[in-house]
């Protein structure tokens, strides 16, 4: 499907990011004209996959995280959140609810919640090269518009 | 992340406000074992009615604040959950385990 807007975001994983890349999305989504719950569960979503970047993909160091935001024809939201971390070696693992390698702030539940808020999920990873998370949320077109 | 406690024989009424995340979500723990291990509460009430925002670390918090009034012997309760808090604590099936009014 076309894509009809784009913005690319690359920042350090530093954990106050998290805070800066949800409301960096729900202010692209604005366009779409959501509702306030489409807004809530996409900064949701963008802060689960930007966490597990920050938390996981770099365990010892600072690297770069991308945060790619599309809207494509039919009124859909496209994020990507890239990091050329460690990877996942067992990506169905990691999807499981209660799953985490993460310490106990943790609760093992963010891929879980993004399956929920959003229409797709689709994790690509390979260990030693990084993780792309790619999800989409079509944005129901109100009436009036 | 601001954490706000209130006593009043021993029950301890903690209210929670802002955004929660992993950025967060260490203060808050550490707040609420602190506030926690001081009062030794008979029942802890968690107030999220200025909770603007949380992801599934709030489930983390809370999870833990639960473990440790099991641990004192007390209860725990969660009351004025915000919409989306209480989307991400469902989605997580967190009802079945804590008690929220």
């Known amino acids: 499907m076309k894509i009809e807007n784009q ?14 890349a949800r409301a960096a999305a ?15 569960d996409i900064k949701t979503a963008v802060s689960e996959a930007v966490t597990n970047a920050i938390v996981h993909a770099y365990p010892d160091t600072l690297g770069r995280v991308a945060l790619k935001l599309r809207i494509r024809e039919g009124n859909s939201l496209e994020i990507v959140v890239k990091d050329w ?7 169905e693992q990691a999807r499981t609810p209660l799953f985490t390698t993460g310490s106990e702030e943790r609760s093992g539940m963010g891929f879980t919640i993004m399956e929920s808020f959003m229409d797709t999920l689709r994790v690509r990873s390979a260990p030693g090269k990084g993780t792309t998370v790619t999800m989409a949320r079509r944005i129901v077109r109100r009436a009036g518009q | 992340m601001p954490v706000t406690c209130k006593e009043k024989e021993r029950c301890l009424t903690a209210l929670v406000a802002g955004e929660l995340d992993h950025h967060g ?16 509460p008979r029942q802890l009430t968690l107030d999220l009615s200025g909770l603007s925002f949380t992801d599934s670390s709030g489930i983390a918090v809370l999870l833990r604040a639960h473990r440790r009034m099991g641990q004192v012997q007390g209860s725990m309760r969660v009351v004025n ?10 989605a997580a099936g967190l009802e079945r385990i804590i008690r929220f009014e």
């Open chain 1, 7 to 20: 913005v690319t975001l690359e920042f350090p994983s530093r954990s106050a990011n998290e805070g800066f």
């Open chain 1, 26 to 40: 729900a202010c692209f989504a604005a366009q779409l004209d959501p509702t306030l719950e489409e807004v809530n």
């Open chain 1, 85 to 91: 971390g460690v990877g996942i070696a067992d990506v």
């Open chain 2, 25 to 40: 979500a260490r203060t808050v723990m550490e707040e609420l074992d602190r506030r926690i291990d001081q009062a030794q």
């Open chain 2, 81 to 90: 959950t915000p919409p989306q808090a209480g989307k991400v604590f469902r």
